[in-house]
């Protein structure tokens, strides 16, 4: 796909910039959207390699291309080619929001990916509160010292040892309860 866009891009050096860049300037949104079926994907990749997340370099992208339409009567063909211009429109968008984001925490764009592709449906959703309520349902079954261990586990994340020392009980007695409990919820939720 990429050497097809490639190929496509490299065929279509007649391709004018500055004059359909001036047609912007004049008003003319063919002219734009000439611009962005030649450059698009190119000019993608330059905000994706700045901002680093895909969706922000669509974003940049869309941004730049309004920039491009309200600006395009500012560009001066003796300072600089057309093409070079649209480039810096993006990589100057790109650097900006950027920057208005610096203070976010950044998650690599595998793991966005992943956690987006995970999201629950309606269905998932309503299936995990019927889950939950079985599970609680279950739970109020145990004693009290099944339940505070399994709870101590698998809620706040302590080891055996710790419950034991947190409870005052020996590890074993901790361990047995844990193990009946566990069963007894296995059981219950089947």
């Not at 790109?94 to 950044?106: C, D, K, P, Q, V």
């Not at 040892?161 to 007894?184: D, F, N, Q």
Request: charged content about 25%; glycine content about 6%; proline content about 3%.
């Amino acid at each position: 796909m990429w050497k097809a866009n490639l190929l496509k891009h490299m065929a279509d050096k007649n391709f004018d910039y500055e004059e359909n860049l001036l047609a912007c300037a004049r008003g003319d949104y063919a002219a734009l959207a000439k611009i962005y079926e030649q450059e698009a994907s190119w000019l993608l990749g330059v905000a994706l390699r700045i901002v680093r997340r895909k969706e922000l370099a669509h974003e940049v992208l869309h941004d730049a291309f309004i920039q491009i339409w309200l600006k395009s009567s500012g560009y001066q063909p003796t300072l600089g080619s057309a093409r070079g211009w649209i480039y810096s429109v993006v990589r100057h968008r790109a650097i900006h929001i950027l920057r208005a984001g610096a203070h976010e925490i950044r998650e690599p764009d595998s793991q966005v990916d992943a956690r987006a592709s995970e999201d629950p449906g309606p269905a998932d959703v309503f299936a995990e509160k019927r889950n939950a309520q079985a599970l609680h349902r279950c739970l109020d079954v145990l004693d009290e010292q099944k339940r505070h261990c399994i709870l101590l586990a698998y809620v706040d994340g302590y080891t055996h040892a710790e419950i034991a020392s947190r409870l005052g009980h020996p590890l074993g007695t901790v361990k047995a309860w844990m193990r009946r409990g566990l069963l007894l919820l296995r059981e219950c939720l089947s």
